[in-house]
């Protein structure tokens, strides 16, 4: 049995530094950022560019699943609606898998601090904060397993995560 992770959460609360965590600590694993889906420029999202992006993402987790070398499948993405894990769940291979939806969530204190500091690093520009910070109430309407990042680190996040796989 496959476990599938499919984590997400909004802007800056620590999506790709946990599922790195959780990829280096579970044996055959292997880890895709969504977000590497998008890597373009100019950043464009139009009709087109979501559907390439949503058949990037769906081609890439069904050939890991594919892959014997690989027992635990980390994703992350923003997967700020329902609607978006569904159809991915719709299009993924799940017979011999077990699938956790997880999304990380966290307060408005906390996720301002971390996009500040990434801001303050120019890896992020500084309206990342809103528009991340108004996305945190689409979360609690998700069906997915929620854990609060707010005030552990990506490393406790992970070890959360772990022990869903077990």
């Not at 609606?81 to 204190?109: F, G, M, P, W, Y």
Request: hydrophobic fraction near 40%; charged fraction near 25%.
């Amino acid at each position: 049995m496959k476990n599938i992770f499919l984590v997400g959460g909004t802007m800056g609360v620590g999506k790709t530094t946990t599922c790195q965590i959780v990829k280096n600590s579970l044996d055959k694993s292997v880890f895709l950022d969504g977000d590497w889906c998008w890597d373009m420029h100019p950043f464009q999202v139009t009709e087109e560019t979501k559907d390439m992006v949503m058949d990037n993402i769906c081609f890439l987790l069904n050939q890991f699943i594919k892959c014997s070398a690989y027992e635990n499948i980390i994703f992350c993405w923003v997967m700020h609606q329902q609607a978006i894990i569904d159809e991915i769940v719709s299009r993924l291979d799940t017979a011999n898998c077990k699938i956790h939806a997880i999304s990380l969530v966290c307060d408005e204190q906390a996720l301002s601090a971390r996009l500040s500091k990434d801001v303050d690093a120019n890896i992020r520009k500084e309206d990342v904060i809103d528009r991340s910070i108004e996305r945190i109430p689409l979360y609690a309407k998700l069906n997915t397993h929620k854990i609060d990042v707010s005030r552990i680190t990506s490393g406790q996040a992970a070890e959360l995560m772990i022990q869903m796989s077990h």
